[in-house]
């Protein structure tokens, strides 16, 4: 006899469905995140701050030391290690990764970021007291420097620290505060040690595959140990005969024997065997004894733990599971910290709106005023301090079960994903679709609510919708006439990791901790669409993978412009007359621009198996004055998508096509049910007619969904993992061709106001997306249409807990 658990308040509602409902799972303790994955934190945890990215601990163990680096308020923290209290904490201007106590417990260095300091706080009674500051460089845009990884020698004479910006190592007296040496690297580099003697350093090539091992006395590189992608975190032990190397890109550590400065083992830190990335290997600890390293794998949210008692034959001991993205683990005694990067769950704004300060030059904001702003998205992560007793041989084992639990991943859907037999969807590489044609449109940034949120057949709020069926006739009539997804989710937070997200189902830990810098308004390098092949997932994008696999492609606007491609598969596959992200280039330009290439294409035969269209001003110029209108912008977004289908669904190939539609990333505007909910679309004959769906979708599940048309492997552990879309299609074709529907609004009109809305639009910078701060522009667009003295509710950030069958036996 069976027992079935089934866990949902909506039950009786949605059967055999999933459902969202935000909150935590009181029965199992797990948490349900909004790409699919679960949480269920070991130990207890203390609230940190925005992105905690780096934690060091205090030679003598009595202090904690926590740098916050995230897009809204960075500081540092003091922490009592005994008490797990915090001491103190300064807010600091700018900041990232560095962070470095002395070797007396009288300093704490921490990294100032781009304003290319290192700021020198003094430990009295406590507290940190007013910081010296050693000047590396000129503050950004004019100076390019950024400090990351820094170490202090035993005597205080020296600070070292390593750069992500110019590449560099620095090395500065800061007692006189002056830079006794500047060294050129190869790359971009993350994290550097010291030997126990001092005679070496060692630097991790965060962009070049390897160590830099820098000779202290000589002042100049002495070698590159080849290691594995991303190289970030460095652990000496004791003696310094072994260095772990922590290879976010390749899931694995490196255990280079310092002697020979050879690799002697490369550590796999996944779940299952498998290269596919997405464990994102980025924290390192080893245990009072050095038996036990502690691996934090900040993708899936859990430590891998090792036996590596005898280096060159390490045993993996199991797992623990930790926070959401786990960044830096240490141990003090016989508790394990864990820093986890977004905290142990997605909370709704707690407070509601916050007041926060006039804009500097780039139009971000910060700090405090009489205005009243809302909450950015990335400011409500939370970032936490995982405190975990040393796990017994049981208790591990435990833990371990937890951590596959938690995960949607496993080896074997790496092969037969999740579907039905007789659906149009493979669920294996190399089965045959009768869908031949695969057109993906990506959009930018809308939250359900805001488009949807007025079908009654969804799970919407009508009060938060600003672009109905008025502004988006031919997206609610995608939904009312095809299927209607109420529960889908991006993956991405902001368009920096939306773009990577939405074309590799994966950012890099590279795209994922400097993107908060730059959307702070703090500098740094971005281009985060292709451009710097540090940002890269190791695999390459979706392109990449057909390429190799000899599927035929092409991009139109999508990580290009005007058939300049930003990344070398594209060359030559792009379409010439499709403008990139630009606002000041309506959706019909770029709807014609597809229209003619697709004639030509079909007259050739030629159309491509697998095609990516940029259709992005749903964005929209917020209430800049002679601007079009948001409501203008999306309804031009809208009828563009019409008139793409119905050229497509009128031709010969519809037969054998698919269209999917969505967005990068949902842009902070509010939705009752989370900030990643999200309006998307599955157009096609295969498609179900006048259905409505509940089953919760991610990005990395539509990306599956093309994968499995196209006989495409998966391309990380997100898409292997994700539910395909099997359920919105079906085996009996409808071959009815789609006819656009013109918006009920004139598609030129521009913003005449003049008030407080459209003076904050001034200050957007429009050149690239988000590049205006998402938060205040997500408001004007709510007062452009609500009203100037409306209010925009808060985003909401949740948890979920989905709807489960899981099946036991009596005698298990």
């Known amino acids: 006899m069976k027992k079935y658990l089934i866990i949902s308040l909506f039950a009786l509602i949605f059967q055999n469905a999933y459902a969202q409902l935000p909150g935590k799972n009181e029965s199992n303790g797990q948490i349900l995140l909004p790409n699919g994955w679960k949480l269920s934190p070991a130990g207890h945890s203390l609230q940190v701050g925005d992105l905690p990215l780096n934690m060091q601990v205090s030679s003598s163990g009595r202090f904690i030391a926590v740098t916050n680096n995230g897009q809204s308020t960075q500081s540092v923290q003091l922490i009592d290690a005994k008490t797990e209290k915090i001491l103190d904490e300064k807010i600091i201007k700018k900041s990232w990764y560095g962070l470095a106590f002395s070797k007396d417990e009288k300093h704490l260095y921490v990294s100032g970021g781009n304003d290319n300091i290192i700021l020198n706080f003094s430990i009295v009674g406590n507290k940190l007291t007013e910081s010296d500051t050693l000047k590396l460089g000129d503050v950004w845009p004019k100076g390019k420097v950024s400090p990351a990884g820094i170490v202090v020698n035993k005597v205080n004479t020296k600070v070292f620290t390593v750069t992500k910006e110019d590449s560099c190592l620095y090395i500065i007296n800061p007692v006189e505060k002056r830079i006794i040496k500047k060294i050129q690297l190869p790359a971009i580099a993350y994290s550097c040690t010291l030997s126990p003697d001092e005679a070496k350093l060692y630097i991790s090539l965060w962009g070049g595959r390897a160590v830099a091992l820098v000779d202290v006395e000589e002042g100049k590189i002495s070698g590159l140990i080849p290691v594995g992608d991303h190289p970030n975190e460095l652990l000496l032990n004791k003696k310094g005969n072994y260095l772990f190397v922590a290879n976010a890109n390749d899931n694995t550590v490196s255990v280079i024997n310092t002697a020979t400065n050879k690799v002697i083992e490369t550590i796999a830190t996944t779940l299952y065997a498998t ?155 190399g089965e045959k679709s009768p869908i031949k044609h695969v057109f993906y449109i990506i959009k930018e940034n809308r939250t359900y609510d805001q488009v949807l949120g007025d079908m009654p057949k969804g799970n919407g709020d009508s009060s938060l919708t600003l672009f109905g069926k008025r502004i988006t006739p031919n997206q609610h009539a995608f939904a009312q006439n095809y299927v209607l997804l109420d529960n889908f989710y991006v993956d991405a937070e902001v368009s920096a990791d939306g773009h990577n997200w939405s074309m590799a189902a994966y950012a890099t830990d590279v795209v994922e901790k400097t993107w908060p810098t730059s959307y702070g308004a703090r500098g740094g390098t971005t281009n985060y669409e292709g451009g710097r092949p540090v940002t890269y997932p190791k695999g390459g994008f979706i392109w990449d993978y057909c390429q190799r696999a000899g599927i035929s492609y092409r991009s139109y606007g999508e990580f290009g412009d005007y058939g300049k491609a930003n990344i070398k598969s594209l060359q030559g596959n792009m379409c010439p007359n499709s403008p990139g992200f630009d606002m000041d280039i309506t959706d019909q330009v770029r709807a014609d621009a597809w229209i003619h290439d697709f004639d030509s294409l079909l007259v050739a035969g030629k159309v491509p198996q697998f095609s990516t269209l940029r259709v992005s001003n749903d964005h929209t110029s917020g209430q800049k004055k002679g601007k079009v209108s948001p409501q203008s912008a999306v309804a031009d977004n809208d009828l563009a998508v019409g008139r793409i289908l119905d050229k497509l669904s009128h031709s010969n190939i519809w037969k054998e096509s698919v269209v999917f539609i969505l967005e990068d990333d949902a842009q902070n505007g509010p939705d009752h049910v989370d900030a990643h909910r999200s309006p998307a679309y599955v157009l096609g004959p295969y498609v179900k007619r006048n259905a409505v769906i509940h089953t919760m979708y991610s990005t990395s599940g539509f990306l599956r969904t093309m994968e499995l048309i196209l006989g495409l492997p998966p391309m990380s552990q997100y898409d292997a993992a994700a539910m395909p879309l099997f359920e919105c299609f079906t085996n009996k074709p409808d071959f009815t061709p789609y006819n656009t529907i013109q918006p009920l609004i004139n598609l030129d009109n521009r913003n005449v106001a003049l008030n407080e809305s459209s003076r904050r639009s001034e200050l957007f910078n429009f050149a690239k997306e988000d590049s205006a701060p998402d938060l205040d522009l997500n408001e004007v667009i709510w007062k452009s249409v609500k009203g100037e003295k409306s209010i925009m509710p808060a985003p909401k950030r949740s948890a979920f807990v989905i709807l489960e069958k899981k099946k036991k036996d009596d005698d298990d």
């Open 275 to 429: 290269q596919l990335t997405g464990s994102t290997t980025n924290g390192l600890a080893l245990s009072g004894n050095e038996k036990s390293l502690y691996i934090a794998n900040a993708d899936n949210n859990c430590l891998a733990v090792f036996d590596v008692s005898k280096p060159g034959s390490s045993q993996s001991q199991g797992f623990i599971p930790v926070g959401w993205y786990p960044t830096n683990v240490k141990v003090i005694g016989s508790r394990i910290l864990v820093t986890n990067g977004k905290g142990n769950t997605s909370l709704a704004n707690p407070q509601g709106p916050q007041p926060i300060s006039k804009a500097d030059n780039s139009g971000y904001q910060m700090g405090s005023t009489a205005n009243n702003k809302l909450q950015y998205i990335a400011g409500l992560f939370k970032g936490s301090l995982s405190f975990i007793e040393m796990p017994k041989p049981e208790q591990l084992k435990i833990y371990t079960a937890q951590v596959y639990a938690n995960t949607p991943f496993t080896d074997k859907k790496t092969v037969t994903a999740d579907g039905e037999e007789g659906n149009p969807i493979p669920r294996k590489q």
